[in-house]
């Protein structure tokens, strides 16, 4: 073989070389490349809303009823019967329990018969009285004897008032022997049984009445937020709705009645009490509730889900998912929580996206991929969420 031709294939075999070690580095280069690009974040995100919000102050209470009352008696007596079952609905007259009326009916029938005697001397007295003036008037019979029989007559008269008075005396007694509902209630459980002598004196007494409907709450705000509740009733009826201890679920809703007129120094609050109608009854006496006041609206005000807000060093932040699909920090000012949403006075505009769960993975400029807001699981969001995270 020619020495030229030995030199044009050796040329030939370096080219060869040198063109798959181009490619083959080529290759390497863009499979590192696309090994290192960043993957979208994925991330659960809501839009900014605007709708008219009411302003909301929220306090801790306790449901009170408007009245309490133990049934006593004002008479001592044998208790003959008891006319209730407990835990049952009454109206303000409905009997209660008996006591033996017995003895109260006689002194009642004694008192009678003594005005009914009374009464007869006192008309027998007063026709002797009609028969001495026209004597008097003729000279037939002395002044004397007319001003005694008309001292006679004032003097039956007075017994007259006095029977009276023991008659309605009497009649009060044996009324008392009737246990009644002073108002309509809920009647609790039986503290005396059939058989034993009541006394006035008993502490316990028959039974405790409390009324249900309507009932009250009695709850503490700041005194801060007095001025604001102050300027609401001026306007007109303040609304309040309760909610259970956990403040999930809505119990009723009625209005403020009273704003107490001393705030407690040593807490630096003020107790209000506001008035429910409780008509399916899920307010009872002494449990603990949470109030909240309407004190006002705020209209076309900014709305975000609660979970969106975050917090950080230098304060509330929201991550907001621009149309690069990139996150963004943005500061907010939160005006009040409620409901699961979170009022914004500043940082946020109408139709804006912001990330409601996922943040824990995001970091200014990271690029994030919206996954289905009705499937939660597609988006972990543990307790440690946002930690290393914040701005």
Known sequence: MHTWMKSGLAGAAVACLAVGILIY???SHDQSQAAIAPQPVPVIAATVQQNDVPIILTGLGTVTALNTATIHSQVTGLLTSVDFQE?????KGDVLGQIDPR??????????ATLGRDQAHLDNAQLNLNRYEPLANKGFTSEQELAGQQSAVAQL??????????????RTELSYTTLVAPFDGVTGIRLLDVGNVIHPTDPNGLVVVTQIQPISVI????TSDIPQVQDALAKGSVQAIVFSQDDKTQLDTGRLLVVNNQADPDSGTVRLKALFPNLRRQLWPGTFVNVHL?????????????????????????????QDRKAAVRPVSLRQSFNGQALIDQGLHVGETVVV??????????LVALADPHDPDAVPNPTTAGAGMLP
């Not at 008269?157 to 009497?170: C, G, P």
């Not at 709850?219 to 700041?222: I, K, S």
């Not at 005000?301 to 230098?314: E, F, K, N, R, S």
């Open 294 to 322: 309407v004190t006002s609206t705020q209209h076309d005000g900014l709305t975000v889900p609660l979970d969106a807000v975050q917090q950080g060093p230098g304060g509330q932040f929201v991550f907001v998912v621009g």
């Open 87 to 91: 835990g049952q609905s009454v109206k």
């Open 357 to 366: 769960r996922g943040q824990y993975r995001l970091s200014p400029g990271t």
């Open 103 to 112: 003895t109260f009916q006689a002194q009642l029938d004694q008192a009678q």
């Open 25 to 27: 580095s080529r290759s």
């Open 219 to 222: 709850f503490t705000l700041a």
């Open 157 to 170: 008269q007075s017994e007259i008032k006095a029977d009276q008075a023991a008659v309605d005396n009497a």
